[in-house]
């Protein structure tokens, strides 16, 4: 890993700065893709959806096949931020797309003829998410070093999930309990929920600027002399992975295992909520009150897996956090009821920040000086390549054994999988800045 920012370490005003996208960013993560707005589309708009598919295994498929062209577009977008030290703007452009696909959620009414328009929207919302994502996360060998990389990144994830846990209260207080709450926003058409996607955007667009002006942007490559076009760019990204697989075989086979194992987290965060309510009976208006206690459990996991992460390696705060969730999830598999669930979901929730921020170190860790972007985006591509995965087995299953229940062994499956893959890769030494995983 290298720090391709100015000379000098970064200030804790930069680190934060940085982290705030995180706070920010829970916004998309928490409200409209995790607990409010994806319910409201699978329990309320597409409540009386016509004919034998579910608006669940709809949601599951609008999910997947969302992950195609970021698989397309995500090495070669960051490539090219990487080379021309556009970096920052990367970030900034696909923030700003993503706010927007959130704003323009108000337009969804409760009625499944606007289901739809809500898929659309909240796939189009995926991919700007995706892409600012890996432009975001490349910027974190700009804020850390090789020896503390491990507790950057796990502050940015808990400042996710906190920014998550602050948000979730005011639109629960705000808009949601009771009758459109202590704001008293009419509930009619989804109005209150609608209200909700438009503060979830000003909400990211606030957090997102200080890392816009605070965090240096990266100089442009030396050699970058002439921008590739889209098949120029391609060809030099094939010849790359070429390259790189014959120097660092293991850097590739990680992004093959992780691809799948995060395909499994992204979908516990995707259908968590929906399942919460139509399999273990949580009130609707609950499961926001189960998203703030989950945020906390997973802060405080991502923060303390931090300081593992820099002790142990990645590797190992990886496969210990996978292995728990398999154990939770093959108990919650048999267990009913909303007091089962909170206890073995808020478990579950312990064991997914952990295995997230170690996978974002576990790559700093390898990338190449100057190529932290590109590596992120095959990261990205990797994982969107078989994006369709875990939600494609939720809807399948679920449509199968007619049981929304069913749909968590697609996502058992796909972690298991996932850690499979991981067991023989050679992980990268804890303070390691990139020769490992040869």
């Known amino acids: 890993m290298s720090n391709d920012a100015p000379a000098g370490p970064a200030t804790r005003g930069q680190v934060l700065a940085w982290g705030l996208w995180d706070w920010g960013s829970a916004a998309y993560q928490a409200v409209i893709l995790t607990f409010v707005f994806s319910v409201y589309l699978t329990d309320s708009v597409g409540a009386d959806l016509p004919g034998p598919v579910s608006a669940n295994s709809w949601l599951g498929w609008s999910i997947g096949a969302s992950g195609l062209l970021i698989a397309l577009m995500a090495p070669v977008i960051a490539r090219r931020a990487d080379d021309a030290g556009r970096r920052r703007r990367a970030v900034a452009i696909w923030t700003a797309l993503t706010i927007a696909t959130m704003a323009g959620l ?61 948000l979730l209260l005011v639109v629960y207080v705000g808009f ?36 816009l002006l605070r965090v240096p942007e990266v100089p442009p490559a030396a050699d970058h002399a002439v921008s590739l076009g889209v098949v120029a760019s391609y060809r030099t990204l094939f010849a790359d992975l070429r390259r790189l697989y014959r120097s660092a075989p293991h850097t590739i086979y990680f992004l093959g295992a992780s691809a799948l194992f995060r395909d499994g987290l992204a979908a516990v965060f995707t259908f968590g909520a929906v399942l919460a309510v139509t399999v273990y009976g949580i009130a609707a208006d609950d499961v926001l009150i189960f998203g703030v206690a989950a945020n906390v459990v997973a802060a405080a996991g991502a923060l303390a897996a931090g300081r593992l992460d820099d002790r142990l390696g990645p590797k190992a705060v990886i496969v ?13 598999l048999v267990v009913s ?45 990797t994982g969107r390549a078989v994006s369709f995965l875990a939600p494609s087995l939720v809807g399948l299953f679920t449509f199968l054994f007619a049981s929304d229940r069913a749909g968590i062994l697609g996502i058992l499956l796909v972690l298991g999988v996932g850690l499979l893959a991981l067991l023989p890769v050679r992980p990268p030494r804890a303070g390691d800045g990139g020769s490992a995983a040869r």
């Not at 996360?137 to 846990?165: C, D, H, K």
């Not at 210990?320 to 919650?332: E, F, I, R, T």
């Not at 921020?357 to 590109?374: D, H, I, K, M, V």
């Open 106 to 166: 108000f337009l969804v009414e409760d009625d499944y003829s606007f289901l739809a328009l809500g898929l659309i929207l909240l796939g189009l919302g995926s991919i700007f998410f995706e892409l600012a994502s890996v432009s975001y996360n490349a910027v974190l060998t700009q804020v850390s070093t090789p020896e503390n990389v491990g507790r950057i990144s796990g502050f940015g994830w808990a400042m996710g999930y906190l920014g998550g846990i602050v």
């Open 176 to 211: 949601i309990v009771g009758d459109g709450g202590v704001l008293g926003v009419p509930t009619a058409g989804g109005l209150n929920i609608r209200v909700v996607a438009l503060v979830a955007a000003a909400w990211f667009l606030v957090f997102a600027i200080p890392l």
């Open 320 to 332: 210990g956090s996978l292995l728990g969730m398999l154990a939770v999830g093959v108990v919650l």
């Open 337 to 381: 009821g909303p007091a089962l669930f909170w206890v073995f979901g808020l478990v579950l929730c312990l064991f997914v920040g952990p295995a997230q921020s170690a996978s974002r170190t576990f790559l700093a860790r390898l990338a190449p000086a100057g190529r932290e972007g590109e590596l992120f985006g095959l990261y990205a591509t």
